[in-house]
């Protein structure tokens, strides 16, 4: 009874508090299940970029037209234009649902039968360690991560994510840099094997059509659930909930089973009109 009474006027603010909690618990929950159409325009949009982006890789690399605004600075930059929104949504789009350890998996074994795929019927062009496997790996790694990155502020973690993005986005060339500014080689030994080269330093001989180690790209993953956390603190999810473009929707609502069949299908239309035409 003693103890009761000592603690009864902080039980009611404590009450008072954890009533503020639940609710804002119970909002984040509502959102949660909410559909967030924006996300699944912008993911749709940027598959049907993609989309034309191997249909272009074809024409030049298997079907050998001479495309030199493909290999040009323009081809670059619409190539990294895709890569950086699909990795900056995946990490934005981490914190939905409850099936974490579900969605990772399926994502890098997807990953991992495009590999085994093009390592038996095209291995001249063969895909190791491409965009999937890294989705998927910095899905599983974001489990155990969450717990630290959630105490950092997320505007602190978006800034310094994309630095040490930018600092790392050479480390598979062999230095520490961005694009064209090599600050510090970094030496030879880490290149070593297929394991050195999944967290981004490939021995020499390593070849890959597709290629996103784990370093520098998982710090990009990281920019995207910062950003989350900017867009939950200022209440940003609203603005997301409005349907604009239903069939890029519809698209970025089947994205990775639509990623897994669209480079045959291209392959197999353009193989049948050169054999027509």
């Not at 939905?96 to 795929?117: D, E, L, P, Q, S």
């Amino acid at each position: 009874m003693f103890y009761w009474k000592e603690q009864k006027g902080s039980s009611i603010l404590d009450s008072k508090k954890n009533g503020r909690q639940s609710e804002e618990s119970c909002q984040k929950e509502a959102y949660m299940k909410k559909r967030y159409y924006v996300l699944d325009e912008i993911r749709g949009m940027t598959l049907l970029s993609m989309i034309l982006y191997h249909t272009a890789w074809d024409m030049v690399y298997l079907f050998h037209k001479d495309w030199a605004w493909y290999e040009s600075t323009t081809g670059y930059v619409w190539q990294q234009s895709i890569c950086w929104t699909f990795i900056l949504l995946s990490g934005f789009c981490w914190s939905f649902g409850k099936r974490k350890v579900r969605r990772g998996i399926t994502v890098f074994g997807a990953g991992v039968v495009i590999t085994a795929v093009t390592l038996l019927v095209m291995p001249q062009n063969r895909v190791i360690f491409g965009v999937l496997t890294l989705l998927g790996t910095c899905m599983l790694l974001m489990i155990p991560f969450h717990r630290i990155m959630k105490r950092i502020n997320p505007t602190a973690g978006l800034f310094a994510s994309l630095i040490l993005f930018f600092l790392l986005r050479n480390v598979p060339g062999g230095y520490i840099g961005f694009e064209g500014w090599n600050l510090l080689a970094i030496p030879d030994e880490f290149y070593r094997n297929y394991v050195t080269a999944f967290f981004g330093f490939p021995q020499p001989a390593f070849f890959s059509t597709d290629y996103f180690p784990v370093f520098p790209w998982i710090f990009l993953f990281f920019a995207g659930y910062y950003l989350y956390g900017i867009a939950e603190k200022r209440n940003f999810f609203p603005y997301l909930m409005t349907e604009r473009i239903k069939a890029a929707g519809w698209i970025g609502r089947h994205s990775l089973p639509i990623y897994m069949i669209h480079q045959p299908v291209i392959y197999g239309i353009l193989s049948i009109s050169f054999t027509m035409f």
